[in-house]
Each structure stands twice: as structure tokens, then as C-alpha cells.
């Protein structure tokens, strides 16, 4: 009786399946990889955006986030808080909540506070936003600071270059006419002490473009969170795609 072989697989064969296999794997891993650091970038913007436009929210609503607090300012908007005595009746405090500060602190994490400001009682308000605007003493209430750091390990970047953007956003609310205005210097970050710089004819026709950079993240393109010029609500913040940011 003859002797059966059966056919296996030769080594080369082996080794090109194994090859073939690999690549496969590899493919997949990739892709996968890819895809999931897209998602983190998109987050990083999307989260970037709402954040600045929690801060019209949070102007318009006039929400005092130490209100439990009594506040008291000098001539300068220096506040000082006295937990345990009672706050002054609503409008007859010299003390006034106008708004909210954003500014970077480095190109990954922003600073965000409540403005608060104080203007001689005796001073009479204009019809005109802008100049009843400039009448105040500006100031950040201490305890309302707070950081903001950019999601997955994103900064923001000056459109076209890898300079780290150094912003500042003040969003007040015209105590005349209840209108909010927003004053941007899109070049410096502006201290505290001088808020009032800021409240200028010509930082009301800037807009801020903030570059998102993907934080070494592979297979991304620049996206960007812009503020328009003269935004006055939350519709003002925008994000520009990947062929729209110019980034």
C-alpha cells in the first residue's frame, strides 16, 4: 500500500501570511489611533468654545459668584469680602458686577474672573455704552478667579505660526443700557490693575482668532475658536473648520 503526504504550508508561504498579517494589524492600530486623537483635538476646540461662551452667559445673567459675601470696594475697585456681615441691599452697594475677564496665563491654560467695578457716586452716566464704560474703576474679585486648562494637552497659537497667543477678552455689560460689549486685545495679556486700558473704541472692532494647536497629537489639521468684533452673546464664538481657520 503507498504512502499519503498531505501539503502543507511552506515557510515562505508562512512567513508572507504572517508579513501580511502584521501589516493588517498595524493598519488597524493606526487608524484607530488616529482617529481617537481627531476626537481629542475636535474636544479640545469644541470645550475651548463653549468655555468662552459660558462667559456671555455668565454676563448677561449678571451672576455674582460670591454672593453669599458682602463686598465692598475703594475708589481703586480694590475688593475686600466680610463673610459674616450682611450683604448690602441689590443696587445700593458702590461696588458693581460689569462682566468677565478671559487672559492667558501660558499658551495651554486661560484665567478667567468676574469683573467688578467702582465709579464715584457722584459721577452722572452717559447715554453713550463706551463712556459710561471708561467711568469705571476695574477689578477682578479675588475669590471668583479661576484657571482654565485647554483639554488633551492643546494651546493656542497666533493664526500661521507656532507663537504661543497671548490674548485678553473683557466682556462688560453697559450699566446704562443693559447692551454687553466686548473689548479684545488680541496681542498682549492685559494685568488686572489695568482692566481699563482696555475699554477703547479700537478693541471694540478687534476680533481674537485662537489657533488651536493639537498638542502633538498625529493626523490633525489646525482648527481655530474665534470671537468676532463687537460680539455681544454666546453667538459670537465661533470655530472655524479646517479650510476656514487659516491656521
Not at 469683573?115 to 475669590?143: C, F, H, M, Q, R
Not at 482696555?198 to 494647536?213: I, S, W
Request: aromatic content about 6%.
Amino acid at each position: 500500500m503507498g504512502s499519503t503526504y498531505e501539503r502543507g504550508f511552506t515557510i515562505i508561504e508562512t512567513m508572507l501570511f504572517l508579513a501580511i498579517t502584521g501589516v493588517l494589524v498595524v493598519s488597524i492600530l493606526v487608524g484607530t489611533g488616529t482617529s481617537i486623537n481627531i476626537q481629542r483635538y475636535r474636544d479640545s476646540v469644541i470645550s475651548l468654545q463653549t468655555t468662552l461662551q459660558e462667559q456671555y452667559s455668565e454676563v448677561i445673567n449678571v451672576r455674582n459668584t460670591v454672593s453669599t459675601a458682602e463686598l465692598t470696594c475703594d475708589d481703586n475697585a480694590n475688593v475686600t469680602t466680610n463673610q459674616s456681615a450682611p450683604a448690602s441691599p441689590r443696587g445700593q452697594d458702590d461696588c458693581v458686577v460689569l462682566g468677565r475677564y478671559i487672559t492667558t496665563l501660558n499658551s495651554s491654560t486661560l484665567s478667567i474672573g468676574t469683573v467688578i467695578g467702582y465709579i464715584d457716586p457722584t459721577i452722572k452716566l452717559t447715554s453713550s455704552d463706551l463712556e459710561t464704560l471708561k467711568l469705571y474703576k476695574l477689578n477682578i474679585i479675588p475669590a471668583s478667579a479661576e484657571e482654565y486648562p485647554i483639554e488633551w494637552g492643546a494651546s493656542v497659537h497666533r493664526a500661521g505660526s507656532d507663537t504661543p497667543l497671548a490674548f485678553s477678552l473683557l466682556i462688560l455689560r453697559s450699566p446704562s443700557s443693559g447692551i454687553v460689549r466686548t473689548f479684545i486685545n488680541p496681542d498682549t495679556s492685559v494685568a488686572v490693575q489695568n482692566l481699563t486700558d482696555l475699554v477703547t473704541t479700537d478693541n471694540l472692532t478687534q476680533p481674537l482668532k485662537a489657533c488651536v494647536d493639537a498638542g502633538g497629537l498625529f493626523g490633525t489639521t489646525k482648527m481655530a475658536v474665534s470671537v468676532v468684533a463687537g460680539a455681544t452673546s454666546t453667538t459670537g464664538v465661533e470655530v472655524l473648520g479646517d479650510g476656514s481657520s487659516g491656521c
